[in-house]
Structure formats: structure tokens, C-alpha cells
């Protein structure tokens, strides 16, 4: 059908609607990948945080109190990224990848602070983890997020 006065404005709109799609889908490409990077750079800043007032705790330099509530406001930090990261949509298999590894380490770190507030709400007995379970469990997820953002950032 030859384009007619009517038509020629719709066909010009559907061109430019498919090509705008085209470059947006195309510009998203790392965006998987930036995003878990940015997440896991963010969730290993709380870890550092949260392991300083472990340590202090550890020396008696910070009261119990304190420590909880500094573990309380990095894990929001670690929950908070790992919602973004959920919230992602993939379009490549190695974009669901990257998605998949970024919600396993950051439920590797969750898990690792649920382990250090076990230990800081303990009554220093009984079959609680230690402080130093809580540091140690912190250090292994601080070490999956820096491998995380590294290998995400490098795609």
C-alpha cells in the first residue's frame, strides 16, 4: 500500500517507536551487570561498617546496643541492594546468570549478618556463634561481594 497522506505519519511514528526500542534494549546491555557491581560495591561498604563494630565490640570499645543497631542499618543496606537486584529483568542468559550469582552472594551475606546478630544478642553462652563466628561469617561474604563486583563489573 503506497503511503498516503494518513498513513505516512504512522509509519514515520512506528519506525521511530521500533528504532527509539531498539537502542534503549541495545543501551541496557550492561546494565544487569552494572547494577549487580554497584549492588555488591554498596553491600561490601555495609560489611566493612558492620565488621568495624564487631571488632569493637570484640575490644569493649562499643556497647552492645550500639553494635545491634550498626548491624541493623548495614543488613537494611545489603536487603535494600538485594531488592534492586531482584528487581532486575534479564534479557540474556548471562544477564540471568549475573542476576542469580549477585541474589546468592547477597543471601550469602544476609546470612552472615543473621549470624552476627545471633552472636551479639547472646548472653555470651549456651550454643550461640561468637562475636568472632559473627566477624568471620562477615569476612567470607565481604569476600564473595568483592569477587561479585569484579567479575560483574568486568562484563
Known sequence: MPDTPATAPRRFLTLG???FAILFLAGCGGGVSESVSTAA????SAVATARLALKQDMDGKLTRAATATTL???LKEVETSRGTVQKLSPATQADRDTQRQGLDVLDQCAAGFFTARAAVSADDGGAAPSTADGDRALAAAQDALEQLSQKAGSR
Not at 560495591?41 to 561490601?44: F, G, Q
Request: charged share 40%; hydrophobic share 30%; aromatic share 0%.
Open 17 to 19: 517507536l521500533a528504532s
Open 41 to 44: 560495591k554498596d553491600s561490601s
Open 72 to 74: 541493623e542499618d548495614a
